[in-house]
């Protein structure tokens, strides 16, 4: 009976399936069709992109597959401030740039085929600074808010507390391990970001000495440590030798000079550049220890820099270098973010034991806490084209690329406009109408939770010239007469009842527009969420998911074989000192 029940069954099938290859769809209606010729038949933009999309990660995750998890050289780009927000609406930008709606254009590093999250927190701050997270960066821990290269156990602005809390960093890491180091930075390059690389400080404004109290003078400052950087490294590990960071190349000279105006550089903007009162000239005391090294100050100087230099120090700015859209204004010129990274690659690729190298554009930080979409954005913009430059320069099979962005900031997207919107624009909406406020006002794409607020500066370019006029953020009280008055003599504009700027007549795409910011305060201020982090080359799969901050360095020291190269390297030199 089995059988039979078998062989009937057999039967059916068989009928059913000969029915089928005489006509496949005749059990269909007959304007139906099949899934999969449903799927074949689609004729849509978006469709074919996810579909080429998804072949070229294949193919790209399959060429990775061949590539060592281990890198010879680490490239680190920070983003200083660089949140969600401020990616997504960089993008946006630089597409309406090239003349396309923005929003389907990518920045380089979207292309990267690794991306996470990191959690940005410092161990004493829900919102966190510069200075502990890009030590969490650089050196596997997370610390306090406002200290460099120290521990938590470190106190803020005890200089007897760093003694036996230092930590050590990736750069220091690879200059034991022998391979060139580098530091590149659009900020004074004693900034908290650069510095966290290489220095050890209870406080990170103690920039010089004259930045330091009384009783700290056991405690170099982070000028001096830079200087000294080949001889306090050597002094902590036994069998070091190193031969200093052979690039830097950021702001920051008045820290290096004395407060002497016969030091001044032919650049200087103050009557006195130098803030040191030591009497010591940093930069002369580098170019002695260096003798064949190359300082520079200028694009000149730059430009004339070969590939293969031994030791550079670039030090481009008084203060911090220019906003990238404000870099024309400069006295005696200055390079770009990409110029020096590129100048960096050349230079430290010379050595057969690979490098590393930080690259920070610092000043996207600067214009978001200026309250300036505008300078941020462009920076932003740069420092993507920076990367590009990066990865073109490099072998992807060898060189892991991570960046990531030390905090974010209260920076916003709102207000429901239309797709191909000018994101530094006016809210305009899909029937073509510029949106307004519950009083009749329009208002901005991009916004500030806090900071100075609205300021109309026209072709401004330079984002910290809000700080030279009175602080008028939008939310001034309306029987503030005295500041109303003032903010319509000045910019032309009225103020509604709620405290609001009529932006009716106002371009509000021009570089020196100030965004309107909810709450009235000097600076505007970070944020406490993830920020993104994007890698590509040798053990770029390891990022991946919601990490501690900390955590990136631990993927550079697997890829790289810090830690275990730096003790190799130091083991024999102390084996052969003994025989």
Known sequence: MKKLLALYIAAIALALTSCNDNNKNNYLPNDATSVTEAINTV????????????????????QLAEIKDKAKNIILFVGDGMGISTVTAARILEGQN???????????????????????????????????????LVTG????????????????????????NELITALELAELAGMSTGLVSTARITHATPAATYAKSAD?????????????????????????????????FEGADVNGIEVVMGGGRRHFLPKDETYNSPDAKSRIEGDRTDNRDLIKEWTAHYTNGKYVFDQTGFDALTDHEEHVLGLFNESHMQYEADRKNDITGEPSLSEMTAKAITILDNNEKGFFLSVESG???????????????SDTIEFSKAIQIAYDATDPKETLIIVTADHS?????????????????????????????????????????????????????????????????????????????????????????????????????????????????????????????????????????TNEQNYIFHVMNYAGDLVKKAEEATMKKRLNSKY
């Open 43 to 62: 004729n849509n933009a978006w469709y074919d992109a996810g579909q080429k999309k998804v072949a070229l990660t294949k193919a790209h995750l399959q």
């Open 98 to 136: 090239k003349g396309m709606m923005g929003e389907e254009n990518n920045l380089s590093f979207d292309n990267f085929p690794f991306t996470g999250l990191a959690k940005t927190y410092n161990t004493n701050a829900q919102t966190p600074d510069s200075a502990g997270t890009m030590t969490a």
């Open 141 to 164: 821990v997370k610390t306090n808010m406002g200290v460099i290269g120290v521990d938590e156990d470190a106190r803020h602005g005890d200089c007897a507390s760093v003694a036996g």
């Open 204 to 236: 990170r404004n103690w920039e010089d000495n004259s930045d330091k109290p009384g009783n700290t003078d056991a405690c170099e400052d982070i000028a001096l440590q830079l200087i000294n950087f080949e001889k306090n490294l050597e002094s902590r």
């Open 363 to 377: 000043r996207i930080d600067h214009a978001h806490h200026a309250g300036n979409a505008y300078n941020a954005l």
């Open 409 to 545: 900031h209260v920076f916003t997207i709102a207000g429901y406009p239309k797709r191909g919107n000018p994101i530094l624009g006016k809210v305009v909406n899909n029937q073509g109408e510029e949106a307004k406020d519950e009083k009749g006002l329009p208002y901005t794409t991009l916004g500030y939770l806090n900071g100075r607020g609205f300021r109309n500066l026209g072709n401004e370019t330079d984002a910290d010239a809000v700080y030279s006029t009175p602080l008028n953020a939008p939310s001034i009280a309306a029987a503030d007469t005295e500041n109303i008055v003032e903010l319509i003599n000045q910019d032309e504009v009225t103020v509604s009842i709620t405290g609001r700027i009529d932006l009716s007549s106002v371009d509000t795409t021009t570089p020196g527009f100030h965004q309107e910011a909810l709450i009235p305060m000097n600076t505007e201020t970070h944020a406490g969420e993830d920020v993104g982090v994007y890698a590509s080359g040798p053990s770029a799969a390891l990022v991946s998911g």
